[in-house]
């Protein structure tokens, strides 16, 4: 049998196995394509047509460098088909993995959300984070969180099992993984674990706020009972006990200053208490409220008249056509006296406050105005803490409820209580109240 060679059918068969190999990304089906092409082109279109012949012994060798050629062309091209595949696919790995760990970093990856991602990206029913509690044959497998339908409840039910810790295993359900996905799937496990510590840590740490706000207390409590407290007890207490002393006989004049001495100091006591009470009611949620509609210049009227004779020299402007509010009238007095009373402390001689009022649409806002020094902007939510003085005045009385006091009263009768620059100088109060219905 002869069989002829042509070059040029020859060179085009090879160009279409490189192109097999690249859009098959195949090596050997390639080369196999590239030889049967070859062999179809000589039978069809290199003379003598329709047979195979060598007529000269160089065409055997040029034949044999074209499958070498062939061979050396379809391998390089299938290796960079391949290396191309693979970064591509470790990339897409690396940015999936980037994200996730960038989001359980900044807590952002809820315990939920991740396993949803996870069952996404390799393709699968359900995503299980199983934790063992107990151990030998009492050992029970609990579903700590899950993503998908029907989330398997055992390990050895899934398809994919992942150990995390000796408790703690990643199970997934809908079809087997390869190794490589498998090695993928291992960072995901890491990053579930992660994020149920991260879960069960805030929800410690969410439950020891009440515990650390309830020891300031009780620490800031103790530090009143031993000065604030302990202070107008201390002056009562030598008030009755010199008038009681035998050794002593008081003038009428004398015997008056002791016992406005005593009954001063046992007021500053009682409001003392009163207020920590109230404090510790609102704490606990069991202060009782009794909202209605309420008209403010009544509430200002009582609440001047408890602070008489200091209560005389305030200027009130509340127009009369201002609405009702809708606020437990006891309560709202309270307010307004504590406000006022800081108020006072503050202001300089000849300078008393100012209490106005004002409506802006469903709202009433109450102002207590003083030119005293003010306070910081930085320093005005501090201010509001219990337990807390700010100024250059006298701190040697009171625990420093009042304001704390008074802003918690306000919320809960569902207004607000904030802080502001009185223009020119001093510190404005304001109480926001809701506008009784009807009004």
């Known amino acids: 049998m002869r069989t002829s060679l042509n070059l040029t059918s020859d060179v085009l068969a090879y160009l279409l196995a490189v192109i097999a190999v690249a859009v098959t990304g195949g090596f ?8 049967v092409a070859s062999l179809l082109l000589n039978y069809y279109f290199t003379p003598p047509i329709h047979e195979w012949t060598i007529a000269e012994a160089n065409n055997a060798l040029a034949l044999g460098v074209f499958v070498a050629v062939a061979l050396i062309v379809s391998w390089v091209v299938d290796i960079a088909a391949r290396r191309t595949k693979q970064a591509a696919r470790a990339n897409a790995e690396s940015e999936l993995l980037v994200t996730t760990a960038g989001s359980i970093l900044r807590g952002q990856g809820a315990l939920d959300a991740l396993l949803d991602q996870t069952r996404e990206a ?28 029907d989330p398997v409840r055992r390990p050895d039910d899934a398809d994919v099992d992942v150990p995390i810790t000796d408790t703690l295993s990643l199970a997934l359900a809908g079809r ?24 069960r840590l805030a929800a410690q740490a969410e439950a020891a706020k009440p515990l650390a706000a309830a020891d ?36 009428a004049a004398d ?101 106005t009022a004002s409506s802006l649409g469903d709202r009433v806002e109450l102002r207590v105005v003083d030119r005293g020094p003010g306070i910081p902007e930085e320093d005005r939510e501090r201010m509001f803490v219990p337990f807390q003085r700010l100024g250059d005045t006298d701190n040697t009385t009171g625990v420093g409820l009042g304001l704390a006091l008074s802003r918690g009263l306000t919320e809960a009768m569902g207004g607000t209580l904030t802080a502001e620059d009185t223009p020119g100088g001093g510190l404005t109060m304001t109480v926001s109240l809701p506008v009784a219905a009807g009004d």
């Not at 199983?130 to 609990?142: V, Y």
């Not at 020299?313 to 307004?336: G, K, N």
């Open 28 to 35: 050997v089906p390639a080369l196999l394509e590239a030889i």
């Open 255 to 355: 015997t008056e200053e002791l016992l406005a001495t005593a009954d001063e100091s046992l007021d500053r006591l009682t409001h003392l208490v009163e207020n920590l009470l109230d404090m510790s009611r609102l704490q606990a949620g069991a202060l009782s409220l009794f909202p209605r509609p309420s008209g403010l210049d009544e509430i200002v009227a009582r609440a001047l008249d408890n602070l008489d004779p200091l209560g005389r020299d305030i200027t009130v402007e509340i127009p009369e056509s201002l609405p009702a509010v809708y606020a437990d009238p006891a309560i709202l007095e309270r307010v307004v006296v504590n406000l006022t009373e800081n108020a006072l402390r503050y202001s300089p001689a000849g300078k008393p406050p100012l209490i």
């Open 176 to 199: 087997p993984l390869p190794a490589g996905d498998r090695r993928v799937l291992g960072a995901f496990a890491a990053y579930a674990g992660v994020a149920l510590d991260q879960q």
């Open 122 to 149: 390799f393709g699968m029913r359900s995503a299980s984070l199983l934790e063992c509690r107990g151990r030998g044959p009492t050992a029970d497998w609990a579903v700590v969180a899950s993503a998908g339908d």
């Open 216 to 251: 300031r207390m009780r620490t800031a409590l103790l530090a009143a009972v031993r000065h604030d407290l302990r202070t107008p007890l201390a002056s009562a207490k030598a008030a009755v006990t010199s008038l009681r002393s035998p050794d002593v006989r008081w003038d």
